[in-house]
């Protein structure tokens, strides 16, 4: 079975401090692909990266970061210098190699405080 | 593209009534998936389609759900009859394959009562 675990079901954290979000997953599949969204207060789902299971290259874009290992099967996003506008729920999600079927995690809500 | 569209944005019924939700899919996308979200139960999938062809409905919480996609530009999820505990925001996305993100419409909010 398939399962995406977000164990922080909130985190509030003062503005321009870094927060980390962990993710941890479950798959069978050797090939399958990780996502993160982002739900702001206005309640649309924005997708903000995919990872394939082959590439374990971290990434960087302006204050996100997202750190794969496979080794301990997880995929944590990290805002550096958080602002009042991250605040938002964000998903961790997973696909995998035998259908489309689009497996999210809880969610884990972010309070940036000012 | 103008991206997934749903249809209505908010709709307000009474118990008992039937409630047909809709969605455009961006053109060309292959999978279209239903997804339900309340505070409870988070994100729930509740059927997606390949090629228009519905493939897990194993997420259609009774036989008062149903969807179909007629076409590769139309998806409806009916509720008969509605229940108050069928309240909840209804998301409908679509997504070229499983290797790349799916794309959000902005969601029907469904209130019953």
């Known amino acids: 079975a398939q399962k995406v675990t977000q164990a922080q079901t909130e985190i509030s954290v003062v503005e321009k401090e870094d927060v980390t979000l962990d993710c941890v997953y479950e798959?069978?599949?050797?090939?399958?692909?990780l996502f993160w969204y982002k739900q702001p207060p206005s309640g649309e789902l924005v997708f903000l990266i995919r990872r394939n299971s082959f590439d374990e290259q971290n990434e960087i874009s302006g204050r996100y970061s997202w750190n794969f290992q496979k080794s301990t099967s997880s995929f944590n996003f990290t805002i550096t210098a958080s602002q009042v506008v991250d605040s938002a729920v964000y998903f961790c999600a997973l696909v995998g190699n035998r259908d489309d079927k689009i497996i999210f995690g809880k969610g884990t809500r972010l309070h940036i405080l000012p | 593209d103008a991206g997934v569209i749903q249809s209505p944005r908010h709709e307000v019924t009474e118990m008992g009534q039937e409630v047909t939700l809709r969605c455009k899919p961006i053109s060309g996308h292959n999978s279209l998936f239903w997804y339900r979200q309340t505070m409870m139960r988070g994100l729930e999938l509740l059927i997606y389609?390949?090629?228009?062809?519905?493939?897990?409905d194993s997420g259609m919480p009774e036989d008062r759900f149903s969807a179909k996609m007629p076409n590769a530009s139309f998806s409806t999820l009916k509720i008969q009859p509605s229940e108050p505990r069928d309240s909840a925001v209804y998301f409908c996305?679509?997504?070229?394959?499983?290797?790349?993100?799916?794309?959000f419409g902005q969601g029907t909010r469904l209130t019953v009562v």
């Open positions: 996305a679509s997504s070229w394959d499983r290797s790349t993100e799916a794309f």
């Open positions: 389609f390949n090629n228009n062809v519905p493939i897990d």
């Open positions: 798959t069978r599949d050797t090939t399958y692909y």
